[in-house]
Every structure is written in C-alpha cells, then in structure tokens.
C-alpha cells in the first residue's frame, strides 16, 4: 500500500514515532508558518498515486477530505482514501486530546497495515410503507423477548410541538433495524408499539425529544422506570465529549459517516431551492435516503447501550449516578419543560416598545459627543456600535484613550465589556455604549424572541438540559434562555407572571457552595457559622478579624471588613488571589483595599479555617496526581490537562476540579429537592408544578389555596438529609412568592399603561 502523509508546514514534530509503516510526507505549505492562508499553500500532489492519504491537522482535513470537524472525524476512513488525525504536537498543550488521539492513531495505523478494512453499514435495514408489513413486523418484535428495543422518531421540527412525526425506527438486535412510514401507522399499529413499550426496556438516544413526539402524536405512554438514554449515558463516562450521536457513531463503532448521502441530498436541495439549511426540514427528504438513514441510528444506539451498559456495571459510583440522578432527573425536566414558562403576552409587548425606545434614545446620545460626529465625517460611514473594528477606532483613535492592554485572541486591543467598564471611568462614551449593548441584548435575547415562540396558553417551552456543562449545572437552550436571565433589571422577570389565582414561588439555596464546602471538608469553625445561624459573612467577619461588635453590628460598623470576609469565601474556591480579593472589595465599598491587607485576610482567614485549607490542598494534590475527580453523588470529572506543560492551563484545571465537587454538588441538591417536591405535590394533590430550574433555585407555579403547604414541602425536600448535611443545620432556602418573577420589582420600577411601559 502507498501511503502519503500531508501536515500543514514543516515542523519538527517525529512522525516516525506515532506511524509504524512507510510514507511519504508532504506539506502544504514548504515554509513554516504560525497560521496557513490560502496564498501559502504551494502543494502540488497526485492523490491518484497514493492507496491512503493520512491527513494530519484540520488544514490538510478541509482542503483534501472536506472535512471541518477533525476531531469528529479522526480515525474514519473517508471515501476510501483519506484518514483524519490531530497533530501529535497539540498534546503537548491539551493532554485532555491524547486518548481520542491515540484511538484515532490505532485506526491510522490499522488501515496502513491492512488490519482493518473500509466502513461497514451492512445489516438488515429496510424501510416500511406498507400497513400489513408493518404489523408484522412489530408483532415479531413484540414476541422477539429480547431485553431491549432502541427507538427513534423522525420530525419535522427541532421542538415536539411545532412540527409532527413522519416515521419512526425500531431496532432489537445487532445490524437490524426498521424505519416505518407513519403514513402506514394507523391504531392497531400503536396498539402493538404500546405493548412493545410495555413490555421492554426502550433505549433512546436524546430521550426527552422522541418521548415528547411519541407522546404528543401517537399518545403513547412509557414507563419512567424502564426507560434508557445513551446520550446521558455516554455523559457519565465523558463529561468533556461530543454527545450526539453521529459523533458516538463514528467513534464507537464501524458504520462511518453513514448520513453522508442524507446531508448531501440536504445540501443539493437547499443549494437548488434557494433555501437556508436551518429551514429545511426532513419531510423534504426520499424515503429510500431518509429509512436507510434512519434504521442505522436506532441500530447504533442499541449497540452503543450494549457497550456503555457494561463499561458503567464496572464501576458502582457512574452506574448509581446514572440509574439514580441523571436519568430520573432527564425524565423530571422532560416533564417540568412540558408545563411551560408563562408570560404575560401585556408586559411583553409593552417591554419591547420600551427597549426599542430606549435604544434609539441612547444611539442618539452618542451624537451629543463630537468625536462620534468627527469618526462618521472621516471614516464615511455611519457608527455601527456592534462593529468591533469601528469601536476600537474611535475609543482609540477619536477619543484618544489609552489601551488598557487586555488583548483578543489575534492580538488586537480588546473592547469587551470589562474593557468599556474600564475606560468608562475616563470618558462617558464608553457607558454610553455599555448601555446600548445591554438594552439590545435584553431585546434580541427574549422579547424579539420569545414573542413569535409562544405557544397559544401563553407560555414558552425550551430545553434544560443535564448533559452540557462540565460542572454537572443545568443548562438552557432553545427558545428561551432561563440561565441568562438578567438579574439587576426586573422587565424580563416581570413578564414571567402567574395566571389569575395563582402564584409564582422561588426558592434559592442560600450560600450554598459555601455551605457544602462545609460538609466536603469537615471544617468544624466553618460548620458553626452556619449553626450559628445569623448573617453568614457578618459572622465569618467577626470570627476571622476579632471584631469588637454584635454579628448583627458587623455590616454597619465593619463594611469593609465585612465584604473582605465575603470576597475571600466566594473566591478562595475559585482561586482568588490578594489582588482579586483587593479589586473586589475596592469595587463594592468604593475605597482602595490594599493587596498587602487583602493578603493579610487572606491569612487570618485560613488561621480560623484550617481544615478547609487543608482539604483545598488536598483535592489540589489529589488531582494534579490522578487527573480526575469525583464528587460526592459519583460524577467523575476528568481533568488530563493538569498534566499540560502550560502551567496556566494546568492550574485552571485544578480550580476547575475543585469547582465541580462544590457546585455538582449544589446542583444535584437542587435537582433532587425538585425531583422529590414534583412526587410530593401530586401525593398531596397539589394545584402546583415547577416549571424552571435557574442556577440554585425551584420556580414554581401554584394555586393560591396551596402555596403554603408548597413551600413547606419545598423546603423539606431541599433540607432532607441526604448524608451531606451539617448536622442540625440543613442548608439555608430563601423562598420568594408573588405575581410574577420580579416578586414586585417590575411594578416598582415601571409603570405600565394602555399599553406602554415607563420607568418610574
């Protein structure tokens, strides 16, 4: 076999190390360069000559495989002829890339050697437009008695709601797979997929979506406790990768890039229609291209249950996760995104003329200066605020400041937020455009678009997902961001309001990372503040400094003291030194708060609180040796870049580690106080559900009647000792109630008539 290697540039990177067979190297471009442009490349080759074509980089992968996504593609065999890899050298920065690089190599170096052969979609997949097949073939699925079912749903939108099935696939062994046209699907047919649900166990990949489609459209039922998600599942043994399931099937297993006929046929589509790829949808595609397709997705989520199934069994601290939080708790949000976020359709109409006005007010400001009228006459154009280039020019160029250092990624002077805050202390220009910034974004983000989403009761439904942080926190996605909402402006609260009779109820975790780094080190001083139970960085104020007052006098007395305390308990835990801790309490008291005496706290600190000391050290010690870390309910985060020759990277990670087990541990708290109050409102026949999970808090709706038995219960699930308790102390809540999610704010801010909103 022939065999030619194409990098980027020349280097020094010794490739005879990593590829045991002969080759032929090649660079694109015969001179180093940092960054490849099209104008260096000076390649000339004939991949006719060459049996495989090893492309090492995501240079050589775009301009010879067409490949954009290397690290999705790494190892696969594409068109028969080219083979994808990383750079070896990139390891030396980002140790966390070795184990996809070394899999990747391994399949680099059995396609040299003839050891393994082209990819395979072989298999007994066939697709089903005939009623009377169908049936049959759900019935020998049905009296199959295999343990598991993979199912899948084909759709024509993004959200279960706005579009509808056009078939549905089944697999229940290896290699085999059906997709059935739901144009065949008629009630004898549903009534056998029940019995199929009810008797196995149903393995999804994106669990929540194709629950929701079978649910709505074929008013099919599943049993929460006999239900799998590999996407969840492949979270569990990596937090850091890729979760969707093309990339799961490129890694896992030996089917290739098979949706490739699909995306090109989508592409060709668009390309003849004139039609943007967000707006095709999949009721456009063949049956015989969209069946295929489809029947090798459910077979690779059956064999990928059938892989990650065993691996977790190995280890008891992943599986109980898995069995116990993570998918319990992907069922709990399939059901709380099913309620629904209410909006007052009155406050948001009127919010988005208000902003709009407000943004026109504040761009016109900025003619009020003279350096904006001098940029426009010079430059010829008209100011764009959202324009990088233009704002960089005139803050220093026109306006004359002084850069503040702070660069972007290609080395030019960054205008960030922090960075306009910063030179805002020099000239009004810059808050000026901070304000336009945060008024456009408040609109863009929620008013323009949640108003066309809303479902016809008034209420948005979005995505909360389990599976897409590291730190184990919820994220939002979709129509509605609930994790961004602004919190300093209640006009996005404010529209979030309860139907007539009914209340909005939030309860937040009180100085919860604080509280359970507490519980995770054992510190028995830290552990009497909150037994202690008054105000927590008065008390931590008084302990630490001696301070010659009532705990109740420390805020008024000692406000610097007190807000020192504070910024040393929040920001020890993510690694703050004596000039953070200086630039905070500078920033809240409005004095100059020396990095000597920020230094000096730091130390009376640590002399109160020794045994959180040592345990920080410890987790630090812990992962810099072993590169991962557990928390306390089993997440393993895996940390390969404490082992990265970048010492800033290395101890990012570290603080990234010690980060997880304190904040996995706040959520997962909160996920199961939710999880357990939902069981408890129906048991009790509550007229309450939860409809959002923000960052450390359980939002509610609930009838008027029941909201003090709801809080009750809320606030038991939450404080209920699940073995990480200071005892006699359970976590601090503070619940808020009223009629919307500003609990008043909104009304004391604004001032909305006929229509028309008005700050007041």
């Avoid at 099913?338 to 009127?350: F, K, L, T, Y």
């Avoid at 995505?463 to 609930?482: D, E, H, P, V």
Wanted: charged share 25%; aromatic share 10%.
């Amino acid at each position: 076999m022939k065999i030619a290697v194409i990098d980027k540039a020349p280097s020094k990177t010794p490739y005879d190390r990593y590829f045991i067979f002969e080759y032929d190297l090649y660079h694109m471009s015969s001179v180093p360069v940092q960054k490849l442009l099209k104008k260096d490349v000076d390649l000339e080759i004939d991949l006719e000559e060459y049996d495989l074509v090893v492309l090492v980089g995501s240079e050589a992968a775009k301009e010879y495989a067409k490949v954009t996504s290397i690290t999705t593609h790494a190892g696969l065999l594409i068109n028969d002829k080219f083979v994808c890899i990383t750079n070896p050298s990139s390891l030396l920065f980002k140790p966390e890339g070795k184990a996809d690089f070394q899999r990747a190599l391994d399949k680099v170096n059995a396609y040299a050697n003839g050891e393994l052969s082209k990819v395979s979609t072989r298999g007994d997949f066939k697709g089903i437009e005939d009623a009377e097949e169908a049936k049959q073939y759900l019935l020998e699925v049905l009296n199959s008695n295999v343990p598991y079912v993979s199912l899948d749903t084909e759709g024509t939108a993004l959200y279960p709601r706005d579009g509808y099935v056009i078939g549905l696939s089944m697999s229940y062994k290896i290699r085999q797979g059906r997709y059935i046209s739901l144009d065949v699907i008629g009630e004898e047919h549903i009534e056998i997929l029940q019995q199929i649900i009810d008797k196995y166990t149903i393995v999804f990949h994106n669990l929540k979506y194709d629950w929701k489609m079978l649910e709505y459209h074929l008013a099919l039922k599943f049993n929460p406790d006999n239900v799998h998600d590999t996407m969840v599942m492949h979270y569990v043994l990596d937090e850091n990768a890729e979760h969707g399931l093309k990339a799961l099937a490129l890694k896992h297993t030996d089917y290739g890039d098979y949706d490739k006929e699909l995306e090109d046929f989508k592409r060709s589509y668009c390309n003849s229609h004139g039609m943007l790829l967000n707006d095709f949808t999949y009721d456009l595609i063949p049956f015989d291209i969209i069946s295929k397709y489809a029947c090798i997705d459910t077979a690779v989520t059956l064999e990928l249950f059938l892989k990650f199934i065993e691996i977790l069994k190995k280890n008891d601290k992943l599986l109980n996760l898995y069995k116990n939080i993570l998918i319990p708790g992907t069922i709990f949000l399939h059901y709380m995104e099913e309620v629904g976020i209410p909006i007052s359709v009155e406050r948001m109409n009127a919010a988005d003329k208000y902003l709009d006005s407000a943004i026109i007010a504040a761009k016109q400001k900025l003619y009020e200066y003279s350096e904006i009228r001098l940029f426009e006459e010079m430059e010829k154009v008209v100011f764009n605020p959202n324009s990088v280039v233009q704002l960089r020019k005139l803050l220093f160029d026109y306006v004359g400041l002084s850069p503040t250092g702070k660069l972007t990624g290609t080395g030019k002077e960054a205008v960030s937020r922090d960075v306009l805050e910063e030179l805002g202390e020099e000239h009004p220009i810059p808050k000026t455009l901070l304000e336009i910034r945060k008024l456009t974004k408040i609109r863009n983000t929620y008013v323009v678009k949640i108003l066309p989403e809303l479902d016809r009761d008034n209420r948005i439904r979005t995505y909360f997902n389990l599976i897409f942080t590291t730190s184990g926190r919820l994220s939002s996605s979709g129509k509605f961001n609930a994790q961004q909402i602004v919190r300093d402006d209640p006009i996005i609260k404010g529209c979030i309001k309860a139907p007539a009779g009914y209340k909005i109820l939030s309860q937040d975790l009180q100085t919860g990372e604080m509280y359970y780094a507490a519980v995770l080190s054992g510190d028995v001083n830290l552990q009497k503040v909150f037994q202690s139970g008054g105000d927590f960085h008065s008390t931590i104020a008084k302990m630490v400094f001696d301070l010659p007052c009532a705990v109740e006098d420390v805020k008024k007395l000692y406000p610097a003291m007190r807000q020192s305390a504070k910024a040393i308990s929040f920001g020890i835990l993510y690694g703050s030194g004596p000039q953070k801790v200086s630039d905070t309490v500078s920033l809240a008291t409005g004095e100059y708060y020396g990095i000597d005496r920020a230094r000096d706290d730091i130390d009376a600190y640590f002399s109160k609180f020794s045994k959180l000391k040592q345990w920080l050290n410890n987790r630090k010690k812990f992962i810099e040796t072993n590169g991962y870390t557990y928390s306390f309910f089993g997440r393993k985060r895996r940390l390969i870049n404490v082992f990265s020759a970048d010492k800033g990277i290395a101890a990012h990670e570290v603080r990234s580690g010690i980060n997880s087990e304190i904040q996995s541990l706040c959520s997962d708290i909160n996920l199961l106080a939710a999880m357990d109050s939902a069981k408890e409102f129906i048991k009790n026949k509550l007229d309450a559900k939860i409809f959002m999970l923000v960052h450390d808090s359980i939002v509610c709706i609930v009838k008027d009647e029941h909201i003090e038995q709801a809080s009750k219960i809320l606030q038991e699930c939450t404080q209920k000792d699940r073995g990480c308790s200071i005892k006699g102390s359970p976590i601090g809540v503070e619940q808020d109630i009223g009629e919307d999610y500003s609990f008043g704010k909104f009304d004391e801010v604004y001032r909305l008539e006929s229509g028309s909103l008005s700050r007041i």
